[in-house]
């Protein structure tokens, strides 16, 4: 489905284990408090300055490369043993072990409660499993860590849509172009959305 590719298909795709985050050791275990402070700091300074260029750029192709960075941002954990977690979550999902893959994630969450990836990963799930209720509380503990999660937001969306929500639905989908503009899939659902919504009010 072209809609959920955001919500998901992505997901999957930037959280994939690589091998270089894989030999990683935890950054809590190897790093003092200052020197994760500064790393903290500086991912969060490539974001700030990554949702700048998204928000900037009018060329698709360009914007979804700089969605690309994002989610590499996003999915790095600091953490080897949730790097390896997410990594099987991923295999069980593809595999469509959902029960596996929530063992794994709810062992994610617990251990790395911080980690917007990990909360967004299991609201992925939760939703293939057409828990939406579950999903979204996932999605909104993924944008209480993240504000600017396009793919939690595109989720959100596809909720409303899907139970009949339509204003509230639109709005997601309006959140998400104001933070990533040239998402195709969103300029569609507000198009389509807001001519629903207007044939309704006539």
Known sequence: MRILSAFCGAVFIAAALSPASAAEPAATATEKPAEATAANTSAENRLDALFVELKRERNEKAAERIAGRIWEEWSRSGSASIDLMMGWSKTAMDSKKFDVALDFLDQV???????????????????????YAKSMSDINQTLQIEPRHFGALSGMGQIMKDTGREELALQ??????DIYPMMRSAQNEVATLSEELAGEGI
């Open 172 to 177: 997601a989908w309006q959140r998400v172009l």
């Open 109 to 131: 969450v617990t251990m790395k409660p911080a980690y917007a990836e990990g909360w967004n990963r299991r609201a992925t799930l939760h939703f293939m499993m057409q828990n």
